[in-house]
Nanobody, 123 residues
Framework: QVQLVESGGGLVQAGASLRLSCAVS????????IGWFRQAPGKEREFVAT????????YYADSAKGRFTMSRDNAKNTVLLQMNSLKPEDTAVYYC????????????????WGQGTQVTVSS
């Protein structure tokens, strides 16, 4: 079993930055790739970014490229999502999830999910 807890969301103005944190626990948590997803009201949950088990490789959705940076520190069991130049369309609940392999972009490919953290970007 893997447990994930997100934090760091909030209300910011367009152009601002936020750093989301995902605390990962469980005996085998460092063996999983981690993904960030988001879900806006009335929309499906969508892929944002993913990082491999070691933290050396990342992959981003087009909407996140150049603005978001994902990192992980397995010694601290923490995964971060640094979000810069935020836009109103980034408003959503952000979830971190643990999956079996790097490169997964579908919700169904992730086994464990956190409860989410709200990010609201005002114009």
């Amino acid at each position: 079993q893997v447990q994930l807890v997100e934090s760091g969301g909030g209300l910011v103005q367009a152009g601002a930055s936020l750093r989301l944190s995902c605390a990962v626990s469980g005996r085998t948590s460092s063996g999983y790739a981690i993904g960030w997803f988001r879900q806006a009201p009335g929309k499906e949950r969508e892929f944002v970014a993913t990082i491999d088990r070691t933290g050396s490789t990342t992959y981003y959705a087009d909407s996140a490229k150049g603005r978001f940076t994902m990192s992980r520190d397995n010694a601290k069991n923490t995964v971060l999502l640094q979000m810069n130049s935020l836009k109103p369309e980034d408003t959503a609940v952000y979830y971190c999830a643990a999956g079996g392999a790097f490169g997964f972009t579908r919700v169904s490919q992730y086994n464990y999910w956190g409860q989410g953290t709200q990010v609201t970007v005002s114009s």
